[in-house]
Structure formats: structure tokens, C-alpha cells
């Protein structure tokens, strides 16, 4: 099968995992790196053995000819970047949060879909192994095919400091929305991957850290149209005790109409069916790259899906449920009342 040809912009804290994964995966190259800097794209070009750097990203989508692009900035430039790749015909992978708005959310999407470009969201919790493996044990009807409810606890504590988030990503200190706009987006997507559509929320959202703009605490109900109810409970300025907080980024709960499947913050995945004990299930993840090497698993699907030309699963125009989801909880926290999205 062809090797795929692809160029990438930005060279933020976060793109390190995703130049690692493409270096790992034999059907890809990577050829050129683009930054604002050009000593920032030199910098990753030597860092991850990519032939070319640009401080230009349309010039390089025309020198190149590339495949597909990997967008790896934040969400104001997301636009500008996926307009440009259409304009030259290059296919997308564009890292969330989608677009700063719903509005502008959409318009992208529709210029998709007017273009015959295809683009996917680096939406990668849904791809992380033990959310696979739950998603194979619901289909599996193991804890019964009526779920109850869904019920997950993140404490990252990488936000209480007075320079909280200035060694990783210290633009979150400005931005005004935070743990649902950048970090929430993932749950909720998650918990559609797991229980389907959302008809209602309920949230409460709180700035804990007085030296950031955005919010850190959440406390959000959710109701599924399977009849599910779910709940996260989140903040970035409480620790956790396990030994790598980043692994799961949280624990889950699921009762269901036969038992209950847990999962830890270690990736282990307990299983306890009613009137029986809790007992481990085996099943294998690599503590490598990125949260169980998630980025690898997206990226992956991406490429899979690029050359059968079967549908992402985080196509851009179905990612924007996810962001109707996401406004509703903010608009909820405003009019302190249950949303339906």
C-alpha cells in the first residue's frame, strides 16, 4: 500500500506525541514541519529526523504536495490552517478544541463538506486502550444491557500552584473557559463513545485557582437517550495519589441491570457481576507516548481510514455534537438549570 506524504504545523508542548507516533508508523512520512518560528520547526525537524521546515504553511502544502496535514495549534488558528489545506486539497487531522465557537465550528464543517477534503478530530481519549476495552465489554452486554449510570472522577493537581500550567501550556492561565472547553471536550466525547447521544445537562462550574481566568472544578450532570445518567467530576487543582495521574486522566464507574465495570487510574479494569466477587480483566495496553499510547491509536485510525476511505470516527461534522454538548454546560452553569443540547 502507498506510503502517505505529510506535513505538519505547530510545535507546542503537546505536538512532541504526535511527531513520536508518526515516526513509528511505516505507512507514514512526515516531510515538513511548519512554524510562525523557523527556529522552532528546524528544532523539530532535528528532533524528529523531518527532511524540511517552513515558516510558511501555505508555501509548504505548495512545495510539498502532501497527502494529509496535521494541524497542532490552538484553536484560533484552526480555521485559518483547515481553509488553506482545502484551498490546496489536502486532506486534515486538526487537534481540538474544534474552533473557539460553535459558529465558527460549523462553518468550518460546511466547508468540508463543500470541498470533498475529508477531515478528522485528534480527538485521542476516545482511543485510549482501556475506553476501548469498555466500549468492547458494554457491546458485550457484560454488565447486562441496561447501564444505569456512568460516573467519572479527574483530579490532575497541576493547578493549584500561583504558576499553574506555565511549565506545560501556560496559555491555559488566559483562557476563558478551561477544564470543559479544553479538558471536558474529551469526556464528553467519551462518554458518547460509551452511552450514545445526550439529552440533558446539569453543571456547576467554579475558578479555584484565583491566578487564572478560566475554570478549573466541574461538577456536570448528564442524561443519555438510552435512559443512562451520567456524571463528571473534575478539577485540575486537587491531587490525586496515583502514581501518574496523566495515565487515565480519571476513573470510571459503570453499574449496569448485572454488575459493575471499574477502571482505576493505573488502567487496571475490575469487573463485578452481581452476587460475585470484583475480579481483574486482562487485557493489554503500552505505557508508552501518550495516555496508553493513544496518539499512536488516532493517528493510526486516521491513516487506516484515509486509505479504505471508511468514515472517521470523529468526522468534523459529527465532532460538532460534541461541542453543542460543551455550550450547553456552560450555558446550564450560567442559568443554573438543566440544558438540553
Given at each position: 500500500?502507498?506510503?502517505l506524504?505529510?506535513?505538519?504545523?505547530?510545535?507546542?508542548?503537546?505536538?512532541?506525541?504526535q511527531?513520536?507516533?508518526?515516526n513509528?508508523?511505516?505507512?507514514?512520512?512526515?516531510?515538513?514541519v511548519?512554524s510562525?518560528r523557523?527556529?522552532k520547526a528546524q528544532?523539530?525537524c532535528?528532533?524528529?529526523n523531518?527532511?524540511n521546515?517552513?515558516?510558511?504553511?501555505?508555501?509548504m502544502?505548495i512545495?510539498e504536495k502532501p497527502?494529509?496535514?496535521?494541524?497542532?495549534?490552538?484553536?484560533?488558528?484552526?480555521?485559518?490552517?483547515?481553509n488553506?489545506a482545502?484551498?490546496?486539497?489536502?486532506?486534515?487531522?486538526?487537534?481540538?478544541?474544534?474552533a473557539?465557537?460553535?459558529?465558527?465550528s460549523v462553518?468550518?464543517?460546511k466547508a468540508?463538506?463543500?470541498s470533498?477534503?475529508?477531515?478528522m478530530?485528534?480527538?485521542?481519549?476516545r482511543?485510549?486502550p482501556w475506553?476501548?476495552?469498555?466500549?468492547?465489554l458494554?457491546?458485550a452486554n457484560?454488565?447486562?444491557?441496561?447501564?444505569?449510570?456512568?460516573?467519572?472522577r479527574?483530579?490532575?493537581?497541576?493547578g493549584?500552584q500561583e504558576d499553574?500550567?506555565?511549565?506545560?501550556?501556560?496559555?491555559?492561565?488566559?483562557?476563558?473557559?478551561?477544564l470543559?472547553?479544553?479538558?471536558g471536550v474529551h469526556?464528553i466525547d467519551?462518554?458518547?463513545y460509551l452511552?450514545?447521544?445526550?439529552t440533558q445537562?446539569y453543571?456547576?462550574?467554579?475558578t479555584?485557582n484565583s491566578?487564572?481566568?478560566?475554570?478549573d472544578?466541574a461538577?456536570?450532570?448528564?442524561?443519555?437517550?438510552?435512559g443512562?445518567?451520567?456524571?463528571?467530576?473534575?478539577?485540575?487543582?486537587?491531587?490525586n495519589?496515583?502514581?501518574?495521574?496523566?495515565?487515565?486522566?480519571g476513573?470510571?464507574c459503570?453499574?449496569g441491570?448485572?454488575?459493575t465495570?471499574?477502571?482505576?487510574?493505573d488502567?487496571?479494569?475490575?469487573?463485578?457481576k452481581?452476587?460475585?466477587?470484583?475480579v481483574?480483566?486482562?487485557?493489554?495496553f503500552?505505557?508508552i507516548n501518550?495516555?496508553?499510547?493513544?496518539v499512536?491509536?488516532?493517528?493510526k485510525?486516521?491513516?487506516?481510514?484515509?486509505?479504505?476511505r471508511e468514515?472517521?470516527?470523529?468526522?468534523v461534522e459529527?465532532?460538532l455534537?460534541?461541542?453543542i454538548?460543551?455550550?450547553?454546560i456552560y450555558k446550564?452553569?450560567?442559568e443554573?438549570?438543566?440544558?438540553?443540547?
Amino acid at each position: 500500500m502507498k506510503k502517505l506524504r505529510g506535513v505538519a504545523v505547530g510545535t507546542g508542548y503537546f505536538s512532541q506525541f504526535q511527531y513520536e507516533a508518526w515516526n513509528r508508523m511505516e505507512n507514514v512520512e512526515i516531510v515538513a514541519v511548519s512554524s510562525r518560528r523557523m527556529e522552532k520547526a528546524q528544532a523539530i525537524c532535528n528532533q524528529f529526523n523531518i527532511p524540511n521546515a517552513y515558516d510558511s504553511f501555505e508555501q509548504m502544502l505548495i512545495d510539498e504536495k502532501p497527502d494529509f496535514v496535521d494541524i497542532i495549534t490552538p484553536p484560533e488558528t484552526h480555521s485559518l490552517f483547515c481553509n488553506i489545506a482545502i484551498k490546496h486539497g489536502v486532506d486534515i487531522i486538526c487537534q481540538k478544541p474544534l474552533a473557539p465557537t460553535y459558529t465558527e465550528s460549523v462553518a468550518l464543517a460546511k466547508a468540508i463538506k463543500d470541498s470533498g477534503v475529508r477531515m478528522m478530530v485528534h480527538e485521542n481519549f476516545r482511543f485510549q486502550p482501556w475506553h476501548r476495552e469498555i466500549k468492547k465489554l458494554l457491546d458485550a452486554n457484560v454488565i447486562g444491557d441496561k447501564i444505569h449510570s456512568i460516573n467519572l472522577r479527574m483530579r490532575m493537581g497541576d493547578g493549584w500552584q500561583e504558576d499553574a500550567y506555565m511549565n506545560r501550556q501556560p496559555y491555559f492561565r488566559e483562557m476563558p473557559q478551561l477544564l470543559i472547553y479544553e479538558t471536558g471536550v474529551h469526556f464528553i466525547d467519551v462518554f458518547r463513545y460509551l452511552m450514545g447521544d445526550v439529552t440533558q445537562v446539569y453543571g456547576k462550574l467554579k475558578t479555584l485557582n484565583s491566578n487564572i481566568k478560566g475554570e478549573d472544578f466541574a461538577w456536570v450532570q448528564f442524561e443519555f437517550k438510552n435512559g443512562t445518567l451520567g456524571f463528571l467530576d473534575a478539577n485540575r487543582f486537587n491531587e490525586n495519589t496515583s502514581e501518574d495521574p496523566r495515565l487515565t486522566f480519571g476513573n470510571i464507574c459503570l453499574d449496569g441491570n448485572k454488575g459493575t465495570i471499574r477502571l482505576f487510574d493505573d488502567g487496571t479494569i475490575t469487573i463485578q457481576k452481581l452476587g460475585e466477587k470484583e475480579v481483574r480483566h486482562n487485557y493489554t495496553f503500552h505505557k508508552i507516548n501518550f495516555a496508553g499510547d493513544c496518539v499512536y491509536n488516532t493517528q493510526k485510525h486516521f491513516i487506516e481510514c484515509l486509505q479504505s476511505r471508511e468514515p472517521f470516527e470523529t468526522d468534523v461534522e459529527a465532532y460538532l455534537d460534541n461541542i453543542i454538548v460543551q455550550d450547553a454546560i456552560y450555558k446550564s452553569n450560567q442559568e443554573g438549570v438543566p440544558i438540553a443540547p
